[in-house]
């Protein structure tokens, strides 16, 4: 039996737009450890990373003490605006229907984000989309994006081989993954970097709309 298809999807910037949540929070944790809040477009150049390198990213000179006090502020603040059904992480267009189309089309999905295991788990939910993958990758089981883990995990959960794989994202930190573990890579052009950003760090194309990454995905997998 031949190797599957697999199309591995970032979440943030890729699947949802989750960026106003994700600055809220994050603006949120650094004023309760009594800190100036990073600028909003600096966030925003760090989602796709694992918490605790984001803000260390955001905040390299931060004493150890108080980076882990921001990054536990953040969960916290997080987990509250979900529970308090306040979390807006809207599909992007057409990603509802790019997705059931790549499953009915026999492609193997799988997700690899810097959200947790619940962030994901909820968003996948809230949207009814959850059972379309068959490997979900987080940053709670693996170092942070670039370092390849969580794309060799979804390839092997899914039986799927490099040279058969595409990763989909929004930011060189997806692209700079796919390149060190052999899988090509497609940007998008409606999340956190810029289309240019993107064709440096590794994609061999940019889709600026679903139809146009259903054809890209296409042509890097005929």
């Not at 799988?110 to 979900?136: E, M, N, P, Q, Y």
């Not at 995990?153 to 052999?182: H, K, N």
């Amino acid at each position: 039996m031949s190797a599957p298809r697999l199309a591995v999807f970032d979440c943030d910037g890729t699947l949802v737009d989750g960026q106003a949540d994700v600055c809220w929070a994050m603006d949120r944790a650094f004023a309760r450890a009594g800190l100036t809040a990073p600028d909003p477009q600096i966030v925003r150049r760090v989602v796709g990373l694992s918490l605790p390198v984001a803000v260390r990213q955001l905040a390299p000179d931060l004493p150890d003490e108080q980076a882990r006090a921001v990054t536990e502020f953040y969960r916290s603040s997080f987990r509250a605006r979900r529970e308090e059904g306040l979390l807006d992480e809207p599909l992007y267009d057409g990603i509802a229907e790019l997705l059931g189309g790549l499953h009915a089309a026999g492609w193997s999905l799988a997700v690899a984000t810097g959200k947790s295991d619940r962030g994901l788990a909820a968003c996948l939910a809230t949207h009814g989309i959850a059972d379309l993958f068959v490997s979900l990758q987080t940053a709670d089981r693996h170092p942070s994006k670039p370092h390849p883990a969580m794309l060799e995990a979804a390839l092997f959960e899914a039986g799927a081989l490099p040279a058969q794989a595409v990763m989909i994202g929004d930011t060189s930190f997806d692209m700079a993954m796919a390149r060190s573990a052999g899988v090509r890579a497609v940007g998008v052009a409606w999340g956190y970097h810029a289309p240019a950003e993107l064709l440096a760090s590794g994609a061999i194309s940019v889709a600026d709309s679903a139809a146009a990454l259903s054809q890209a995905l296409e042509a890097a997998l005929p």
